[in-house]
């Protein structure tokens, strides 16, 4: 199956305003212990999910830097940022995770979720080997993403979620990117290192949405027969009128001080 495509910017105000990625950031960020004049980077910031809620914890004697690869998410992190008229100590730019364009030691603490998962095993690690350069020693660092081994939806059809779900992880270049956080983390000699898994329940409208795209995908490419989507499509119309409906995903939360 080809990667997948980064999903765009009202996917991902969605999934960060859902009270599930939003406990899962509280406890991340208690975990990432910001003062108030702390200068944060949020690496692979999206539109300004959490750098808007991240310069509210720092305040304007602080500053928070988002760095992301698409100019468009830059873009649309800035325009929020000067809505909510915090621009004065939140900017965003261009960049990359694995090259990051500031000097060591320029950030009291790090922060990059659901990122990892979009990058190689090897540029995973350059990603957190940059985000330890750019950390002061005692500044703390905190990478949060998704084990997508974990992915649990409740179907009538259970050997086709199976492979919808092997379809599904196989269009990420690092699925397990959560389950590995830890190790990296010590690896880059952190030390302090805190990791804590947390299931994300899932609506069924958002787990349907998600396995709804790989089936599209997989037909597409020939992975998955018309008939097996057409039998995928009626045991999910059922699952969505269910109230006791289950699904979820496992999301990890590493944390980390530079010595
Ligand atoms: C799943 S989104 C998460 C965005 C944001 N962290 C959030 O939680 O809302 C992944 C983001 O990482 C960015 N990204 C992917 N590869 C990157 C890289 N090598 N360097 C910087 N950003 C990257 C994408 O453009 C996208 O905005």
Same mark, same amino acid.
């Given at each position: 199956m080809s990667k997948i495509q980064h999903v765009g910017a009202d996917y991902l105000w969605r999934a960060a305003t859902s009270p599930a990625v939003m406990a899962v950031r509280a406890r991340a960020w208690q975990l990432l212990g910001l003062l108030p004049g702390a200068r944060v980077l949020d690496i692979g910031c999206g539109p300004g999910t959490a750098t808007?809620?991240?310069?509210?914890?720092? #305040? @304007? =004697? /602080?500053?928070?830097? #988002?760095?992301?690869?698409?100019?468009? @998410? %830059?873009?649309?992190?800035?325009? &929020?940022?000067?809505?909510? #008229?915090?621009? #004065?100590?939140?900017?965003?730019?261009? /960049?990359?995770?694995?090259?990051?364009? =500031?000097?060591?030691? &320029? =950030?009291?603490?790090c922060y990059c979720e659901r990122v990892l998962q979009h990058l190689t095993p090897d540029h995973a690690v350059r990603a957190v080997a940059e985000a330890a350069r750019v950390t002061r020693p005692g500044g703390a660092i905190c990478f949060v993403d998704s084990d997508w081994a974990s992915f649990s939806v409740e179907t009538s059809e259970d050997a086709l979620e199976r492979k919808l779900h092997s379809l599904h992880l196989a269009q990420f270049h690092n699925p397990f990117a959560g389950r590995t956080l830890g190790r990296l983390l010590r690896e880059q000699g952190l030390g302090f290192v805190v990791t804590?898994?947390?299931? %994300? +329940?899932?609506?069924?409208? /958002?787990?349907?949405?998600?396995?709804?795209?790989?089936?599209?995908?997989? %037909?597409?490419?020939?992975?998955?027969?018309?008939?097996?989507?057409?039998?995928?499509?009626?045991?999910?119309? %059922?699952?969505?009128?269910? +109230?006791d409906y289950a699904a979820h995903l496992t999301m990890v939360i590493a944390v980390g001080r530079r010595l």
């Open positions: 808007l809620a991240l310069a509210a914890r720092v #305040g @304007m =004697f /602080g500053a928070v830097i #988002g760095l992301d690869s698409d100019p468009e @998410m %830059v873009a649309s992190a800035d325009a &929020s940022a000067r809505a909510a #008229g915090i621009a #004065g100590w939140t900017r965003h730019q261009q /960049g990359t995770a694995t090259d990051l364009p =500031f000097p060591p030691a &320029s =950030f009291d603490a804590e898994p947390i299931a %994300v +329940p899932l609506t069924a409208a /958002g787990a349907l949405e998600l396995l709804a795209r790989t089936a599209q995908r997989a %037909v597409e490419q020939k992975q998955l027969s018309d008939a097996e989507l057409t039998r995928w499509r009626a045991a999910a119309a %059922v699952r969505l009128a269910e +109230p």
